[in-house]
């Protein structure tokens, strides 16, 4: 596609609820990242893929956080029982080359949870 | 302590003003610095690359890196009510996978 793509862009959910986000990556590009931005907050690292290795996961805040990437183009990131503390936008960003190089992150627009 | 702080603002200014936007940060070891623009529910649009010291111009936008005081600074000449948006700085180091860690972002409006 012309540009990352992420669904839904709106989430609400009850606290306790699982929700799932998905990143659709452009095509051809080898890194792919979740950030949680926190409103009035910049952008938080959550985790890193380099293809479908998930190479860096050191940001997700607990173990109810889990990403996959299991073909190397789209990813999911799923939230096991919300809790409010996890209302936040989430930001996929890829990039063409593998991150220990210099490289643009091409960010999509976000899913705006809201955990009631 | 934040690796990187900013000043959330906002920075109000009138059209055709010069607008300042500085970062500071405490981890030596970063070595790229990037500052990127977010629009209201959009996601953040790379402005200006820069790898260790040194200006960057593009355009309107001048980026400016002091390693030595751990300060990096963006500059918007003759700035447009179409500049309002947030302004993020980010950062990152060299070796191996490095994260980008990012500011809390300046809020910018620019009046008509």
């Known amino acids: 596609g012309a540009g990352v793509s992420q669904s839904p862009r709106y989430k609400v959910a009850k606290r306790g609820q699982d929700v799932a986000l998905r990143c659709d990556p452009i095509?051809?590009?080898?890194?792919l990242f979740w950030y949680q931005q926190a409103l009035g907050q910049g952008p938080e690292f959550l985790t890193y893929?380099?293809?479908?290795?998930?190479?860096?996961k050191s940001g997700l805040p607990s173990d109810r956080f889990f990403a996959e990437r299991p073909e190397g183009s789209v990813s999911t990131l799923k939230i096991q029982r919300t809790q409010q503390e996890d209302s936040a936008v989430y930001l996929c960003?890829?990039?063409?080359?593998?991150?220990?190089?210099?490289?643009?992150?091409?960010f999509g627009e976000g899913s705006r949870l809201t955990v009631l | 302590q934040k690796e990187v702080e900013q000043d959330p603002g906002p920075l109000s200014v009138p059209e055709g003003a010069i607008v300042s936007l500085n970062c500071t940060y405490s981890?030596?070891?970063?070595?790229?610095f990037m500052w990127y623009r977010q629009y209201s529910r959009k996601g953040p649009e790379l402005l200006m690359y820069t790898y260790s010291s040194g200006n960057k111009e593009d355009g309107r936008f001048t980026a400016q890196v002091d390693k030595s005081s751990k300060y990096i600074s963006l500059f918007i000449r003759d700035s447009q009510p179409s500049d309002s948006a947030t302004y993020l700085c980010?950062?990152?180091?060299?070796?191996?996978?490095?994260?980008?860690?990012f500011g809390t972002g300046t809020r910018l409006l620019v009046s008509p």
């Open positions: 960003a890829s990039s063409l080359k593998i991150a220990e190089n210099t490289g643009e992150l091409f």
């Open positions: 893929f380099q293809n479908e290795a998930q190479l860096d």
């Open positions: 980010a950062m990152r180091g060299n070796t191996g996978f490095q994260k980008l860690v």
């Open positions: 095509s051809g590009h080898v890194s």
């Open positions: 981890n030596s070891a970063f070595q790229y």
